[in-house]
């Protein structure tokens, strides 16, 4: 948070939106983020049962008091196995996330700093990286590099940079002829100062709002990955792979899919709905 | 009701008039109502039946090529072998009137009949025999199941028109077995001729179906032979199949498979999971065939190439280390029985050693630590000399159900406990050859499907870990003990059943005393179909379903 109120106070006129009311919506995805960051971070302290201890005799059960989402085919507690699972499956989205908004910094400023020539062959890239879905395009890669939990990671990130790199390189021509620019130039601030002080941070603000809706896209898909088995291998409680493993047996045990799923419909939720929020009163 | 109505009338659209759609409407109707005393009743000639494989789509349509289960399901309606079996697992005549074995077992003289045509027109003779088995014996067909059948056939010669010697360079015991399989199928020497690419798209033979159509990835049609006239000893009927067509659809996912099957869009499905077949057995709609496979059991091969399963000790651990008996009954809803033995139940001359195979952690951890393993890291891995115990275990996710892949998880947490770590990777077809050929795994579950206990020489002679022509070895465990090679040698050269039983007896105890194999249970073979399917069986060879006794009673 203390990144974003740096970024606003360099950009005026958003101080009349700021103060807008939270709405129930909003709070509702709050706690779910917090929810699962707790996950994320003490998964011990949430879960009653360690999500890989086995026991073959109680496997297929539906909820009940002692497990509240039942149990798997090897009689997991599948509770324990959401919550141990929520770790694996953001770190991936919000790592892919991450790779992709790196990768699209590079190409954003090469297109938007590095004059025409690059701009041109940048954005004739992004175009042909754009006429491919993106799934597609982290499948190829995963085709390339080999099945894990890294490539599907990275393939994630991969597919996801195009189109944050249009956002930048959009921002920088934005920021670059405008006011605040033009007076570093005349004070005599060097290249690199201009791009660290102005060019970057006011580039970067609309980009951290597109993420978090962007995070949970990139939630769903590294559970698409795994779902078709080119995530993390067994026995990792991961969401893509326990929804893989329960579909086996919908018709007779539908909890075993319903949770993890529900667990992702959440987390999409949550960051759509705070994504917008963000973007409702930081951007102009 | 609707969508069996609706799919049925989109199929025949083109091809039928109004009379026919009537029928239709009239028979999709009479299906819905409860029927009785089906069996007695007169079958009636037509119809399209729609078979849905959970298998892998094959690559290639001729058994030939490779040799593997899925080819075998779908060719069993189009290609046939020289003879079966009955279910009394004697040798019966097919394409094969008689047979004969020289005195000195060197030479079998074959007769094929003399009035039965390929669909293509070429005759069957003997001619046409030794073509089939010259293309099987060519390294170009990479053939691995019917190449190694025919390991022994040295030479062939034709006697006349319709007979053929077979020359050997050591008496085979298991040669009728093995011809009667679907991979050594006979197909027609004009068609042989063709490119292999062509040859695999739609491969000719005499049997009651012909392929039509391939659309890869969807289904394969197959069209009545009209002329046909060459049933196996033990059919039901004579002349052409009952049914007009068979589409011969893939559908990898069990559940929709199911689903399909309940909506009556398929009228049988194979691979039937556990928990479907738990359910299938509450509709009255739906009958279930149980056809498990001859040859080995399914069960998990330790490569005892490297380390650490180099080390007996080691081996004899991780087998005490797996929990296989807990899982199986939660997981197959007792569809399935733990096997102890390498064979297959149905095989007379398995021989199995419950002793064995005890899950007990305690001795595992005791033989563990004799074999020098006896240091753990902080994850409660073992360690020796800084290496941990870790096992490659690629798992083929055609080949192994998910039921199977959730056993493999068990085993891996109940091995944990002792300290060893499984790492499990799921892998498509041809990803988990590639891991195979690299030897790049410590256990593997690997299905063999063989007519008799001479499969034990394709998987545990140390001549099985030469790669066949197609690059499969079928020695996973890469046992190469010299005795066992004797053992197995001689026992598929005896033809004193007596002798034979007793040498195949004290092969598998070596195999099963040497902790090379974790056996878990019969090679699972279940299929589901609506019970307006009459006369469904599956061939007493390698259990794969016939259609040629099936009418639609709808």
Redesign the interface.
């Known amino acids: 948070m203390s990144m974003m109120s740096k970024v606003r106070r360099r950009i005026p006129g958003r101080t009349s939106q700021a103060h807008r009311k939270v709405t129930v919506p909003e709070m509702l995805a709050g706690a779910v983020v917090l929810f699962l960051v707790a996950a994320v971070a003490f998964p011990a302290a949430l879960a009653p049962f360690d999500p890989?201890?086995?026991n073959?005799?109680d496997?297929?059960q539906g909820p009940s008091l002692e497990h509240w989402f039942g149990t798997d085919?090897?009689?997991r507690d599948i509770y324990s196995r959401v919550i141990f699972g929520a770790r694996p499956s953001l770190l991936i989205g919000a790592v892919a996330t991450a790779i992709g908004i790196g990768l699209a910094l590079v190409l954003g400023s090469l297109a938007g700093l590095g004059g025409k020539a690059l701009d041109f062959g940048v954005g004739r890239l992004l175009e042909v990286l754009f006429a491919l879905p993106g799934l597609l395009l982290a499948l190829v890669f995963i085709a390339i590099a080999g099945p894990g939990v890294v490539t599907s990671t990275v393939a994630v990130g991969l597919s996801t940079a195009p189109g944050y790199a249009r956002i930048i390189r959009g921002q920088i021509i934005q920021v670059r002829g405008s006011g605040m620019v033009e007076a570093a130039v005349v004070l005599g601030r060097t290249r690199w100062q201009i791009v660290r002080r102005h060019l970057l941070p006011n580039a970067l603000s609309p980009v951290f709002v597109i993420a978090t809706l962007g995070l949970g896209q990139a939630v769903v898909w590294a559970s698409s990955l795994s779902f078709l088995?080119l995530g993390e291998?067994?026995?990792a409680a991961e969401w893509g792979a326990m929804l893989a493993?329960g579909?086996?047996?919908?018709?007779?045990?539908w909890w075993m899919t319903f949770f993890p799923g529900l667990f992702i419909v959440f987390t999409a939720a949550a960051s759509t709905v705070l994504g917008r929020g963000l973007q409702r009163r930081m951007v102009r | 009701m609707s969508t069996h109505f609706k799919s049925s009338s989109a199929r025949f659209s083109t091809a039928v008039g109004a009379v026919s759609v009537a029928a239709l409407l009239l028979a999709g109707c009479s299906s819905a109502e409860p029927q009785d005393g089906q069996s007695g009743q007169t079958p009636v000639s037509g119809g399209e039946l729609v078979y849905a494989s959970g298998d892998a789509e094959p690559t290639c349509l001729d058994p030939h090529v490779g040799g593997n289960y899925p080819q075998a399901l779908v060719s069993t309606q189009y290609l046939e072998p020289l003879v079966s079996l009955n279910s009394d697992g004697e040798i019966i005549p097919w394409l094969a009137t008689s047979w004969e074995e020289a005195e000195d077992g060197l030479s079998w003289t074959i007769t094929v009949r003399d009035d039965v045509k390929f669909t293509d027109g070429t005759p069957l003779n003997a001619e046409a025999v030794k073509a089939n088995i010259e293309h099987l014996k060519d390294p170009e067909t990479a053939s691995s199941t019917g190449f190694l059948a025919l390991a022994k056939v040295k030479s062939t010669e034709i006697v006349s028109e319709d007979t053929i010697r077979l020359n050997l360079s050591q008496p085979d015991s298991a040669l009728l077995e093995s011809l009667s399989q679907p991979w050594l199928a006979i197909e027609s020497p004009a068609a042989l001729e063709r490119p292999k690419e062509e040859n695999c798209e739609a491969p000719v033979g005499t049997g009651p179906f012909i392929v039509d159509e391939w659309v890869k990835q969807n289904s394969i049609t197959l069209v009545r032979n009209e002329d046909y006239n060459s049933p196996p000893a033990d059919a039901a009927h004579e002349g052409p199949a009952y049914l007009e067509s068979i589409t011969w659809r893939f559908i990898p996912?069990?559940?929709s498979r199911?689903?399909a099957l309940q909506s009556g869009e398929v009228d049988v499905i194979d691979n039937a999971?556990p928990?479907t077949i738990?359910?299938a057995e509450k509709n009255e709609d739906i009958e279930h065939l149980d056809a498990p496979r001859p040859g080995a059991s399914n069960r998990i091969e330790l490569n005892s190439s490297k380390a650490p399963f180099n080390d007996p000790l080691v081996r004899e651990a991780f087998i005490h280390s797996a929990?296989v008996d807990?899982?199986i009954?939660?997981?197959f809803f007792d569809a399935a029985e733990r096997s102890h033995s390498a064979l297959s139940s149905v095989e007379e001359l398995g021989y199995a050693d419950p002793e064995l195979f005890t899950y007990d952690p305690e001795e595992a951890n005791r033989l563990l630590d004799e074999a020098g393993w006896d240091k753990r890291d902080s994850k409660g891995y073992r360690v020796k000399d800084g290496q941990q115990l870790s096992l490659e275990f690629p798992v083929s996710?055609n080949q192994s159900i998910?039921?199977e892949?959730?056993l493999?998880?068990?085993i891996?947490?109940?091995a944990k406990e002792v300290g060893f770590k499984i790492?499990?990777?799921?892998l498509d077809l041809s990803s988990w050859y590639g891991a195979l050929a690299e030897n790049n795994y410590d256990l593997v579950s690997a299905p063999y499907t063989k007519v008799g206990p001479d499969v034990l020489r394709i998987l545990y002679h140390s001549d099985g870990i030469v790669p066949a022509p197609s690059g499969y070895f079928a020695n996973l465990s890469q046992v190469d003990n010299a005795e066992l090679d004797k053992l197995l040698t001689q026992a598929s050269q005896e033809t004193d059943p007596d002798q034979r039983a007793a040498l195949y007896e004290d092969a598998q105890k070596l195999i099963l005393e040497g902790y090379y194999v974790l056996p878990l249970y019969d090679q699972q073979n279940h299929f589901l179909y609506r019970s307006s399917v009459e006369g469904l069986r599956a061939l007493p060879t390698v259990s794969t379903p016939t259609f040629y006794d099936v009418w639609l009673n709808r």
């Not at chain 1, 579909?247 to 045990?253: D, N, P, Q």
């Not at chain 2, 790492?423 to 799921?426: P, R």
């Open positions: 890989l201890a086995i073959p005799a496997g297929f085919e090897s009689g088995g291998p067994p026995p493993a579909r086996t047996y919908l018709t007779t045990a | 996912d069990s559940a199911y689903a999971q928990d738990a359910s929990n807990a899982g009954s939660s997981l996710t998910p039921a892949v959730s493999f998880e068990q891996q947490a109940t790492d499990l990777n799921l």
